[in-house]
């Protein structure tokens, strides 16, 4: 996975708070849009500041009243590059605050000041099934579209299964009792968490499912200076915006199974699958980009959307892509496994009275998200299986505390490999890229690392006289 | 430096050619005289764009010659290309290296000083190691003959161009000589900027099969994605042109239709997915065959939207013109071409089939004579009842619907590659269905 930091130069060219509200669009036209966002989470709350800086006036909801009281604070529920000045800069109240974002439990406050209503709600996988769990979604719904008395445009964020839209379309035409001008629209979002202020300013496309040029035109103007930059729009009908998300995650979700069953090939023959994936990237087809083999991807948003993208192909009849994507879950989750294994073998055949040393705990770097995270999931199994398992993380230690409790967690890596009879690296953040070998081969018991996301320089490792094992690699 | 290749078919032929081209003397070798013969009087046996004058220039100034005479090619030369055929092996899954290690069984006698073999043949992983073996055991020079592995990438229709301009290259070795060597043979590409990824054999070889096995997973993946637009009435297109802007993705090698076909990539799918199985990487070996199948299913795909389109009316008395033969645009090659499949199932169907292409009749005729061919484009659709587009020549794209609407029986069109703009052909009178845009 690509990783290193946001591009902050990108950013900071922001213009400066503006004390006067509303904003100014890039053609210095006032924007005269008021919109809400519906579910404030990692898409939502990023969102909300995003609109506020592109010069509207927002009003986030979430029914979660402490992540409101939280945000109404300034203060970022998540960690996300970029996303606490974003809030300083705009929340109501906050001192040189442009005062354009404001947050509120009350529909009827959303409902009475938008004109654009964004949801952004949670739409994970439904409990032991694979479809998605549409629950919240709807709920959303049914509590906004009863008090939409005045024209209003909703436009849904979240990633649905496809079909969503058309039925929620309908659902809002039964409540609104604005009748035919409270409309739907689909928006998929594309953000990649730890580049989510980046990619909502900036995003490459804007992709919106419409069934009206009313809704084209509105969506227009919320995107225009994005659009003004250069970002294509495109306009599509309602399934073709919704599955356009689905097969966008099942494409990434397959590439990084392929280069992972390339490991597993290369671990068989002898072969090295980070040469292999330098040398097959240079093919434009193909590209560099998701081409790490490693322990796999998780996080919020990957498994549970080629699943939900698996369950609606069932659905539909459309089996050849269930069996597909079935094959590249099932890869995933056994590198996980493959780890355990990996971790066990250095720890000479069984994690008893053994020290592991985790350097990892979110799903990826930047982020404190720690949902389905492979490093996690690792860390879990090995001390489930007897290993003392120690978690380092620069950012994900308090998500990652309160999920597994019984793992024992050390502020910094030289702590957390203090002792340690094996080090596993399993989240590529940055800082252990730059991690000194040889400091910590003072403290380790023994100089042993498994690299589980192929970031590592073996030579640098080796030259310290650690073991260094990579997965899909040679041993030396 | 002197160089040879072993083997002068589609890739041996033009990389004789290019190395002449960079300034190497380079002699060719090929079991077949016939062959060798058209080759020394300039002939170019292969249809390849810029190779025939590549090879008239290089036979006439002298820096290039063919011969039968494997041990003319020892005496000769310091590098040796190997590039004979790998097909697929009697059980229709793995590679038959037969004429590798027949190559090496005749050459490797001849070889009484310090050489390089470098093997650009596609072949099972493993193979270098052996063809190592073989080859020191039998030359006299032993150890002194350096075995590298250096996976050809080109793709047919651009091979001289791929060849003397390639992504990048790959040789798998195991001595700093065959490194030096490697860098001296391909010098001008190296200095033009092309990456040379230096790494073990068994990589090298696993490349090879790794980036054709990537290209058939993303055409199989969008075809999933597309009979997903057939069920829930999306619009692939424009789904591949979105997905295109996104750098992880890309929207290069993504077509969806009626799956992949041609002399490599079928057969790469199929041998890399065999050997992952053979080293015990099951999962790996599940999913390469779960994209098979999707590229197998394709035929029933489209004979499913060519049912619906056909309506009321039974395929048996249907007359079908396919429009399209070879496996691709670009090329006269039928080798697994998904038209001529489709072709196939609908005769079984009881359709009467005429077929049209552009460039590959003569090669198709040979291969499946039970269908009746013109190159005639607006011939082609005379009298029929429905008109299928297989494979996307530019000459359909560029078509006068208007001109075209009047000569079948109905202007009934099924564009199983989903590469027209419908709107001139439906504003004459045509009816036009798209695979993966249902309702478009
Ligand atoms: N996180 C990402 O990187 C990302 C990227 C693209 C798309 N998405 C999609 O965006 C959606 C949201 O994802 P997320 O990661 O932000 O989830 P999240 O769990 O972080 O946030 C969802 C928020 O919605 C709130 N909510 C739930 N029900 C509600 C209701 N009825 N009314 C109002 N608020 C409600 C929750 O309290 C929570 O704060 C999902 O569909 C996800 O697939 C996420
Ligand atoms: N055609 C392509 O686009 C392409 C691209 C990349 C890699 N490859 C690989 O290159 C290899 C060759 O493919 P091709 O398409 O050129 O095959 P081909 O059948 O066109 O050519 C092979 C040639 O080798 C000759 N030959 C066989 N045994 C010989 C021997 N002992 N000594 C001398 N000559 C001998 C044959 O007579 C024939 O002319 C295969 O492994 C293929 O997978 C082909």
Known sequence: MPSGMPDYARLSHLAAPQAQHPGLTPKGRPVTLKLTVIGTGYLGATHAAAMAELGFEVLGLDIDPAKIAMLSAGRVPMYEPGLDELLARHVEGIEGASGRLRFTTSWQQVAEFGDVHFVCVNTPQKHGEYACDMSYVDAAIESLAPHLTRPALVVGKSTVPVGSAARLADRIAELAPAGDAAELAWNPEFLREGFAVEDTLHPDRIVVGVRSERAEKLLREVYATPVAEGTPFVVADYPTAELVKNAANSFLSTKISFINAMAEVCEAAGGDVVKLAEAIGHDERIGHKFLRAGIGFGGGCLPKDIRAFMARAGELGADQALTFLREVDSINMRRRGHMVELAREACGGGFLGKRIAVLGATFKPDSDDVRDSPALNVAGQIHLQGGQVTVYDPKGMENAARLFPTLAYAPTALDAVRGAHVVLHLTEWREFRELDPAALGEVAAIRRILDGRNALDPQLWRNAAWTFRAMGRPLA | ?440
């Open chain 2, 1 to 440: 430096m002197r160089v040879s290749v072993i083997g002068c078919g589609h890739l041996g032929i033009p990389h004789a050619a290019a190395m002449a081209e960079l300034g190497h003397e380079v002699i060719g070798v090929d079991v077949d005289q016939a062959k060798v013969d058209r080759l020394n009087a300039g002939e170019c046996p292969i249809y390849e764009i810029g190779l025939p004058e590549l090879l008239a220039r290089h036979t006439a100034d002298g820096r290039l010659r063919f011969t039968t005479s494997i041990s003319e090619a020892a005496a000769f030369a310091e590098v040796h290309f190997i590039g004979v055929g790998t097909p697929i092996d009697a059980d229709g899954r793995s590679y038959d290296t037969g004429q590798v290690y027949g190559a090496i069984r005749q050459l490797a006698p001849h070889l009484d000083r310090p050489c390089t073999i470098v093997g650009k043949s596609t072949v099972t992983v493993g193979t270098t190691r052996q063809v190592t073996a073989l080859a020191q055991r039998l030359a006299p020079a032993g150890e002194r003959v350096d075995v590298v592995w250096n996976p050809e990438f080109l793709r047919e229709g651009h091979a001289v161009q791929d060849t003397l301009r390639p992504d990048r290259l790959i040789a798998g070795l195991t001595t700093a000589e065959a490194e030096k060597t490697i860098r001296a043979v391909y010098a001008p590409i190296l200095d033009a900027g092309v990456p040379l990824f230096v790494t073990d054999p068994q990589t090298a070889e696993l490349a090879k099969g790794a980036a054709n096995t990537f290209l058939g997973l993303k055409i199989s993946y969008i075809n999933a994605v597309a009979d997903m637009c057939e069920a829930a009435g999306g619009d692939v297109s424009q789904i591949v042109d979105i997905l295109g802007i996104d750098p992880r993705i890309g929207s290069g090698g993504m077509r969806p239709g009626i799956g992949y076909g041609g002399g490599c990539l079928p057969k790469d799918v199929r041998a890399f997915t065999a050997s992952a199985r053979q080293l015990g990487a099951e999962q790996a070996a599940a999913l390469l065959r779960a994209a098979e199948q999707i590229n197998e299913g394709r035929t029933d795909v489209a004979m499913d939207l060519i049912t619906r389109a056909l309506g009321d009316r039974p395929i048996e008395r249907a007359r079908i013109t396919v429009w399209g033969a070879a496996f691709k645009p670009g090329t006269n090659d039928v080798r697994e071409s998904p038209a001529l499949a489709l072709a196939h199932a609908l005769q079984q169907a009881g359709a009467t089939i005429t077929i049209h292409d552009p460039q590959a009749v003569a090669t198709a005729m040979i291969r499946n004579p039970e269908f009746d061919y013109t190159d005639d484009l607006p011939a082609s659709l005379d009298g029929a009842d429905l008109v299928v587009l297989a494979t996307e020549w530019p000459e359909y794209q560029q078509a006068t619907p208007q001109a075209l609407v009047d000569r079948p029986a109905s202007p009934l069109l099924v564009d199983c590659r989903t590469t027209l703009d419908p709107a001139p052909w439906r504003t004459t009178g045509w009816t036009v269905h798209q695979l993966g845009r249902p309702g478009k």
